[in-house]
């Protein structure tokens, strides 16, 4: 199982950050949670949120207002949009597959490489 995120890397504040998981070798319609976490040097790892197999959402409660992820299944792909960032929103951005929600370590399952986005002017 390949998973790949893909997006901009500079999001300016107030705006919307999206990346979309590109997975091969699975499909996003399988028993998993299809998740999304991001780590910074300060807080670590922490959960964004996560769609189910067969399109149930689930989201971190501090992010839920802001955060949502959607899937295309005829591309194998799901995204994340969290609206509104702020500076404190940067941080290295990771796609998974996970067996269990929230994900608290990247021990377990697959995960992409990561991507830093940053939100600055």
């Known amino acids: 199982v390949q998973l790949q995120e893909s997006g901009p890397g500079l999001v300016q504040p107030s705006q919307t950050l999206s990346l979309t998981c590109t997975v091969s070798g699975a499909s996003i319609t399988t028993d998993y949670y299809w998740s999304w976490i991001r780590q910074t040097p300060g807080k670590g790892l922490e959960w964004v949120g996560a769609?189910?197999?067969?399109?149930?959402?689930y989201y971190n409660p501090s992010l839920k207002r802001r955060a949502s992820i959607s899937r295309d299944t005829s591309k194998n792909q799901f995204t994340l949009h969290l609206t509104s960032v702020t500076p404190e929103d940067t941080a290295v951005y990771y796609c998974g597959r996970a067996t269990q929600r929230p994900v608290t370590t990247t021990s377990r399952g697959y995960w992409g490489k990561g991507t830093l986005v940053t939100v600055s002017l």
């Open positions: 769609i189910g197999y067969v399109g149930s959402v």
